[in-house]
């Protein structure tokens, strides 16, 4: 009686490998798309935006290179307040962002995360940053932190934002406050340069968020959120945008005096030269009834900020 052997099928090893491999895969796609989300909740550009601010006002603070350690703590510490007051952002005006163009794909409108995860994400990461910086800094700066995310979400996303036209003014500390609390995890105190380089970013905000805010009126129109551009003629608001531009360079030159060196002051005169050109340009095509391209002024502002925050640090190491 003759004996037969059975082998394995070549293709079944192989295709359940296959299959392995492409299940690993997509639980590794789906990871991944679940990290990008939470990270999408915390808006990167806005929390990158602040940072510029933040690291040569420590410089200028410092007079020279403050401690790496505490640049560190600061840094990952106010990345973690800004994501955390922009996560909790997103879950108040989660009604509001499934409407707008702009909004619509983040990620609570898109359904990638839900609603009662971001509040918890956006929660954690408020206790852990105050934390932080309670920790490794002090007290100034750690109350500036605390302030900041709860004047973001419960004064600005929930009250002004939905009220007034004037929010973007009314707001503009929050955007401004990464500096103050840089100074202060140097200091311990506020000096008048701290509040003068306050100034420089708390007056660029209307400019910046106004041309921003002129290019999505219809969205902000249609879920009723009264921004300056929607509520006011185009007059009103190209005299505000020009008017807060040149207040945003006269501080940009306050600041020149109180320690600056001439790299400082000619960085500052030849940004704040152009900006103001480029606000004067919005209003001159808006009243000649030409397109006006606001966004051009928009990325011309966050050029400007740069430059000159760029030209703070280089200069506190001269």
Excluded at 86 to 94: K, T
Excluded at 295 to 305: C, G, P
Aim: aromatic share 10%; hydrophobic share 55%.
């Amino acid at each position: 009686m003759s004996m037969i052997t059975e082998r394995p099928v070549a293709g079944g090893d192989a295709g359940s490998a296959e299959a392995t491999a492409e299940a690993q895969a997509g639980v590794r796609r789906e990871a991944g798309a679940r990290i990008r989300a939470y990270v999408a909740l915390t808006k990167p550009r806005i929390v990158e935006l602040l940072l510029v601010t933040t690291v040569p006002t420590m410089m200028v603070a410092a007079g020279g290179l403050p401690s790496l350690w505490l640049v560190a703590v600061v840094l990952v510490g106010g990345s973690l307040a800004a994501g955390a007051a922009n996560a909790l952002n997103c879950y108040i005006d989660r009604d509001i962002d499934q409407v707008m163009r702009r909004t619509k794909r983040r990620p609570l409108p898109a359904h990638t995360v839900a609603p009662r995860s971001a509040l918890i994400f956006g929660l954690v990461l408020a206790v852990v940053s105050v934390s932080l910086m309670a920790v490794f800094t002090n007290w100034l700066a750690t109350g500036l932190t605390l302030a900041a995310i709860v004047y973001y979400d419960l004064v600005y996303t929930m009250w002004l934002k939905r009220r007034t036209s004037q929010s973007t003014f009314w707001g503009g500390a929050c955007g401004s406050a990464p500096v103050l609390i840089g100074w202060a995890a140097v200091d311990g105190a506020l000096a008048p340069a701290a509040w003068a380089l306050f100034a420089v970013v708390f007056f660029w905000q209307m400019p910046h968020f106004y041309a921003l805010a002129i290019k999505f009126k219809d969205d902000y129109a249609r879920v009723g959120i009264p921004m300056l551009p929607v509520v006011a003629s185009v007059r009103r608001v190209n005299l505000e945008i020009v008017l807060f531009t040149w207040l945003t360079v006269a501080s940009s030159l306050l600041v020149w005096p109180l320690g600056m060196g001439p790299l400082y002051g000619a960085a500052a005169l030849a940004a704040g030269g152009v900006f103001v050109l480029e606000a004067h340009r919005l209003a001159r095509r808006a009243r000649r009834g030409e397109p006006v391209r606001p966004m051009r002024l928009f990325h011309w502002s966050t050029t400007y900020i740069t430059v000159v925050f760029a030209a703070l640090a280089v200069d506190a190491l001269l």
